[in-house]
């Protein structure tokens, strides 16, 4: 039986999701979901054991950033900055 996570679990693994998008962010511009997650899952996959993420993972992130006006989505073609 799969042993469910705490709210705190889940508050660190949303963190260090955060943190992972947010870094990918500062080095690669202009970039889609699909680049920010496999950036993040390539980072995660040789150099943590973290588990990868997901595209649901990284849009609620992005989400995040762009209500409090870290990130902004360009309209001509859905990339963010």
């Known amino acids: 039986m799969v042993k469910r996570r705490t709210?705190?679990?889940?508050?660190q693994?949303?963190?260090?999701i955060f943190v992972d998008v947010?870094?990918?962010?500062?080095?690669?511009?202009y970039t889609n979901e699909k680049d920010i997650?496999?950036?993040?899952?390539e980072y995660?996959?040789?150099?943590?054991?973290l588990d990868n993420v997901?595209?649901?993972q990284v849009r609620k992130v992005l989400?995040?950033?762009?209500?409090?006006g870290l990130v902004k989505?360009?309209?001509?073609?859905?990339k963010y900055v």
């Not at 997650?37 to 899952?41: A, F």
């Open 22 to 29: 947010t870094d990918t962010l500062s080095y690669l511009s």
């Open 63 to 68: 989400k995040e950033m762009m209500q409090d």
């Open 7 to 11: 709210k705190k679990q889940i508050e």
């Open 13 to 16: 693994e949303n963190r260090l």
């Open 44 to 49: 995660r996959n040789n150099h943590t054991e």
């Open 54 to 56: 997901s595209i649901s």
């Open 37 to 41: 997650k496999s950036q993040v899952n």
């Open 73 to 78: 989505k360009r309209k001509d073609d859905y």
